[in-house]
């Protein structure tokens, strides 16, 4: 799937929103400056998230309760052990009543939970995106997806 700009990632992460669920977790990669904070912006805004959207990259977790269902954005870059995690009670958020962002996940892979959809940002230039979406585990194909990825 491709981007041509900050408000096409946006609108992308908007369609999204439409089809997630409770217990959702949706992966996040992509070096800085790649979108992830943009498209994370379009899924709150499809969810009907009313508070601004930020990137948790000093909080590690900030929490929109103001849409349809709960919305959890993580940003692990910053963490020092996976024990942080479970000290914040992470597993009350990954799998649970709202739908989960996490970015900068390969800082703790084993605290995701075995089916998740991965959507990689590759910036292809100064606005383009590239975005490769792939289910990990049993999670299910998305309309959003368009045919084939």
Same mark, same amino acid.
């Given at each position: 799937m491709i981007s041509n700009s900050a408000e096409e990632t946006r609108r992308l992460g908007a369609r999204l929103a439409e089809e997630l669920q409770a217990g959702d977790v949706i992966v996040l990669e992509g070096? %800085? &400056? #790649? /979108?992830?904070s943009e498209l994370a *912006?379009?899924? #709150?805004? /499809?969810l009907g998230v009313r508070e601004t959207v930020t990137s948790p990259s000093f909080t590690i977790l900030n929490v929109? !309760?103001? &849409? +349809?269902i709960p919305l959890y954005h993580f940003d692990w870059y910053r963490l020092e052990s996976p024990g942080e995690l479970y000290e914040m009670g992470m597993e009350e958020y990954l799998g649970?009543? &709202? #739908?989960a962002l996490v970015e900068w996940a390969g800082r703790c892979p084993e605290a995701l939970p075995a089916d998740f959809l991965m959507i990689e940002l590759i910036p !292809?230039? $100064? $606005? *383009?995106r590239? %975005? =490769?979406? *792939? =289910?990990? /585990?049993?999670? +299910?194909? %998305?309309?959003? !997806?368009?045919?084939e990825t």
């Open positions: 070096p %800085l &400056g #790649a /979108g992830k *912006r379009g899924i #709150a805004g /499809g929109y !309760e103001s &849409g +349809r649970g009543d &709202g #739908a !292809e230039g $100064e $606005e *383009r590239n %975005l =490769r979406i *792939r =289910r990990h /585990g049993h999670f +299910r194909k %998305l309309k959003w !997806e368009g045919p």
